[in-house]
């Protein structure tokens, strides 16, 4: 558990670049600080590791005030995962990763083993290890960020905006990894973003912060959604935030319906047989996973996938309201389409039904 | 033509004096350089005293400075060590403000980096800053190298004998022979120390040969 109580940090100069700051982050979760540029972020991280000393307040890891302990020996327990990447040009990846077993005076041989096997749990192909980090993608790089962080297996995560560089495609991605990799391994981890969204899907709970470096809020995502302390708070979150609320909801007992489906290749006759004046039919694979929809009405010949549509989401059976609602919503034939967890079909709901279920829930208070 | 080939040795033996003076200073003078140059980068109110200060050493002319050594050295007026120090002395004039830069131009997220995972003091700066700063400090090196190859020929007029001594040597013979060989051998000399440096920077930074943005 880290725990910051009262913590102030003022530049020379005079910038309060944190105020008062007081903040649980308990072991094996993940704190998500967020707020706009400059509110301090960076800084409270670093007071943490102690490259920042707090003006005034204490910080206690463990119980222990860090102010006691010796700051190398601190850093050594907490991987860091600096903003921009901050990987040591001169040193290929493997060892970039071994940096923090070298210096905690492993040998050579099983840092870089542990090395290697970091780049495996971060998703980097073996044949990147002896490359130099200007030969790696920006995706890449960030992986070695964190797998460098991760090497000593440290209980304590630091990390600062380590997913801003790329772009969104490869930032979910790394995101969808990251919860992946924390739901195996339980580090505690306090993440900075300026990104809300990153905070709302990454953070067990999440620390808003004024300019200042004041505690606008430290909520869960979802109560942090259905609730916001203040204006600011609001603001910050942005639009559709009842919308974006459901993703923290599961939904649960939704009507079912059982849906027609033709395999892919099956000619125009049989879809326009089993469609049955239905506008819009389903298309599986052999699997009985969906692949989109069809009009087969408008078929000149087989099933092919140049015929299908699309734009349909597809939700998981047990997965959110939200993820059940954009289905329906997003379904050219409005039914939305449900799979179980091996991705086959189990049928179609009906945004109305989802609906009902959203009503029916009791309304979320703050806990 | 036929002079060259008619005293091969001497002009051998003189072109090993020459690169003997050129390169030890070099070698004083980057060891000398670095601490000095890490002082200036780190000390911000240090740098301008000192790069100016060292600066200022370059444009003492070197005639005068290889007869001022012996004055301030007790020296014989033939010994090499004059021009051995008077050349650190222009070396180290050099590359303080080189070794600064190239310790400037390390990124600073590189450094934050090091911090945040406990390398810091003098580990830091052998394992990070100063592999980092090789580049810059090779290119201060180059310059230097081949200066001082130029400035050696120069102790010729005091008789300490160097590739310079072919000049002072044909010139007061009238005879152009030497001369001419004395500045091919220094433009070969000054060539292959330049190259040498570059190899060996080449080889201290493989990362920088490869990838697009290095
Ligand atoms: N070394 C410093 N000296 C003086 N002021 C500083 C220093 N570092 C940061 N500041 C100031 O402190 C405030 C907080 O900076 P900090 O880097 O913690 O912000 P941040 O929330 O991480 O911002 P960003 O999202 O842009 O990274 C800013 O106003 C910044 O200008
Ligand atoms: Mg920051």
Same mark, same amino acid.
């Given at each position: ?5 009262e913590v ?11 105020e ?7 072991? %094996?979760?993940?704190?998500v ?41 601190l850093?050594? %327990?907490?991987?860091?995962v ?18 923090v ?24 192909a ?11 993608? %920006? ?31 490869v930032r ?22 300026h ?9 067990? *709970? ?19 959604l ?68 069809? *009009? ?6 087989a099933v ?14 047990g997965?959110?309201l ?5 289905a ?17 079909l ?5 945004a ?16 | 033509m036929?002079?060259?080939?008619g005293?091969?040795?001497?002009? @051998? ?10 390169? =030890?200073?070099? =070698? ?14 780190r ?7 000192l790069v100016?200060?060292?600066?200022l050493?370059?444009t =003492? ?15 014989g007026i033939? &010994? ?12 180290v004039?050099l ?9 400037a ?5 590189? =450094?934050?980096a090091?911090?945040?995972? @406990?390398v ?6 052998f ?11 090779a ?5 230097a190298?081949v ?9 010729a ?6 590739? @310079? ?11 152009? &022979?030497?001369?001419?060989? @004395?500045?091919v ?8 120390l ?10 201290l ?10």
């Amino acid at each position: 558990m880290i725990a910051l109580r009262e913590v102030t940090k003022v530049y020379p100069g005079g910038t309060a670049a944190v105020e008062g700051l007081s903040l649980v982050m308990p072991t %094996g979760q993940i704190t998500v600080l967020v707020g706009p540029s400059g509110c301090g972020k960076t800084t409270t991280l670093r007071m943490i590791n102690r490259m920042i000393e707090p003006t005034s307040g204490t910080i206690e890891v463990d119980g222990r005030d860090t102010a006691s302990l010796n700051p190398g020996v601190l850093r050594r %327990g907490m991987g860091y995962v600096i903003q921009g990447g901050g990987l040591f040009p001169h040193r290929t990846v493997l060892d970039n990763i071994a940096t923090v077993p070298l210096l905690l005076g492993w040998d050579r041989r099983r840092a870089r083993s542990v090395a290697a096997e970091q780049m495996e749990r971060v998703g980097l192909a073996s044949g990147l290890a002896k490359r130099y980090p200007n030969e790696l993608s %920006g995706g890449q790089q960030q992986r070695v960020g964190v797998a460098r962080a991760l090497a000593a297996d440290p209980p304590v995560m630091l990390m600062d905006e380590p997913f801003s560089a790329v772009d969104p495609v490869v930032r979910e991605q790394l995101q969808d990894e990251f919860l992946r990799l924390q739901a195996e391994l339980g580090k505690t981890i306090v993440f900075v973003t300026h990104d809300i969204d990153e905070a709302i899907k990454l953070g067990d *709970q999440v620390a808003v912060l004024r300019v200042g470096g004041a505690l606008a809020q430290l909520a869960a995502p979802a109560e942090l959604l259905a609730d916001p302390a203040d204006d600011f708070v609001a603001d910050f979150l942005g639009r559709d935030r009842g919308y974006r609320g459901l993703a923290f909801t599961a939904a649960p007992d939704l009507p079912i319906a059982p849906e027609p489906t033709v395999v892919l290749g099956a000619d125009g006759d049989t879809a326009r047989l089993t469609a049955a004046g239905r506008g819009w039919l389903l298309v599986v694979d052999q699997a009985d996973a969906p692949l989109g929809w069809v *009009q087969p009405t408008q078929l000149s010949g087989a099933v092919t996938r140049e015929t299908l549509h699309r734009g349909g989401t597809v939700a998981t059976v047990g997965g959110s309201l939200r993820a059940a609602l954009d289905a329906a919503l997003s379904s050219p034939s409005r039914r939305g389409v449900l799979v179980d967890d091996d991705g086959r079909l189990v049928g179609t709901v009906r945004a109305q039904d989802v609906l009902t279920e959203i009503e029916r829930e009791p309304q979320r208070s703050p806990s | 033509m036929k002079w060259f080939v008619g005293h091969l040795g001497q002009v @051998g033996d003189l072109l090993v004096t020459h690169a003997l003076l050129a390169v =030890i200073p070099l =070698i004083i003078g980057v060891v000398l350089a670095i601490p000095l140059g890490w002082l200036a980068h780190r000390f911000r109110w240090l740098r301008t005293p000192l790069v100016v200060s060292t600066g200022l050493l370059y444009t =003492i002319p070197s005639l005068a400075l290889f007869i001022l050594m012996p004055l301030v050295l007790g020296t014989g007026i033939l &010994d090499p060590l004059n021009v051995v120090i008077a050349l650190t002395v222009y070396t180290v004039a050099l590359l303080v403000r080189t070794v600064a830069d190239g310790l400037a131009s390390v990124p600073d997220e590189v =450094i934050q980096a090091a911090t945040a995972m @406990g390398v810091g003091g003098v580990r830091r700066f052998f394992t990070v800053d100063l592999p980092l700063a090789v580049p810059v400090i090779a290119a201060g090196l180059r310059v230097a190298a081949v200066s001082n190859v130029s400035i050696v020929s120069v102790a010729a007029l005091l008789g300490i004998a160097q590739l @310079g001594s072919l000049f002072t040597d044909g010139f007061a013979r009238n005879f152009l &022979d030497p001369i001419v060989v @004395g500045i091919v051998a220094c433009m070969l000399l000054a060539l292959v120390l330049d190259l040498v440096i570059l190899v060996g920077s080449r080889l201290l930074t493989p990362w920088t040969r490869s990838g697009a943005a290095a």
